[in-house]
């Protein structure tokens, strides 16, 4: 079946750092890819849909300059999470939507904690 | 009011139990109709992806649909320990972005 690797699956960094968090669709082509941010016993919350090439469509409160999201290629988007602060520490996912593939399939998330 | 609507429980049976989980919605344009499966600190997981009215079966589970009454459920037999876990609806117009449920957090006990 259609698999979304992500990567990193946990990281840890100081305030004012950025990090990167990387998702691949291995076997198809991810057209559409979201990426989703998820606090403790709660469901998911959508921050940005992308589409290759273009740029991302965010949410409203989701802050485009800090959460920047780069889909260069039909099987690679990244989620570059800019000058984080504790605030931002919380379980990062991203799905992708491609062509032929029922449903959507989201990544292993990554855990981000900022101290 | 949610565009969908589930009830968070927790949800508590045991082992061998039939499970009934199940969201209702309030815009009928949604057209795929999904059930994830989340572990704790875990990405979601396909469970069932469905686009019709009716039943789909797959080994334990089977998803509902009734667009009628703006209603899905899945159902799980022979319930595991191992189905612990947090089941989440999402529903979908066209390839636009899924709007879920809030989860039930399902607890099989041995």
């Known amino acids: 079946g259609a698999v979304v690797s992500q990567h990193p699956s946990w990281v840890i960094c100081k305030s004012g750092t950025s990090v990167k968090i990387e998702c691949r669709s291995l076997?198809?082509?991810?057209?559409?890819m979201f990426w989703y941010r998820q606090f403790p016993k709660q469901s998911l919350m959508l921050m940005a849909t992308?589409?290759?090439?273009?740029?991302?469509?965010?949410e409203q409160g989701v802050e485009k300059d800090k959460f920047l999201i780069n889909h260069a290629s039909l099987t690679l988007s990244t989620l570059t999470v800019t000058s984080a602060h504790p605030e931002d520490s919380s379980f990062y996912i991203c799905?992708?939507?491609?062509?032929?593939?029922?449903?959507?399939?989201f990544g292993s998330g990554t855990r981000l904690t900022v101290v | 009011q949610k565009e969908v609507e589930q009830d968070p429980g927790p949800l508590s049976v045991p082992e061998g139990a039939i499970v009934s989980l199940n969201c209702t919605y309030s815009?009928?344009?949604?057209?795929?109709f999904m059930w994830y499966r989340q572990y704790s600190r875990k990405g979601p997981e396909l469970l069932m992806y469905?686009?019709?009215?009716g039943n789909k079966e797959d080994g334990r589970f089977t998803a509902q649909v009734d667009k009628s009454s703006k209603y899905i459920s899945l159902f799980i037999r022979d319930s595991q320990p191992s189905d612990s876990a947090t089941y989440l609806c999402?529903?979908?117009?066209?390839?636009?972005?899924?709007?879920f449920g809030q989860g039930t957090r399902l607890t099989i006990n041995p």
């Open positions: 076997d198809f082509q991810a057209t559409t």
């Open positions: 999402a529903l979908a117009q066209g390839a636009q972005k899924l709007v």
């Open positions: 469905t686009y019709s009215s």
């Open positions: 992308s589409n290759e090439g273009s740029k991302a469509t965010y």
């Open positions: 815009n009928s344009a949604f057209q795929y």
């Open positions: 799905s992708a939507e491609g062509t032929d593939v029922g449903g959507y399939t």
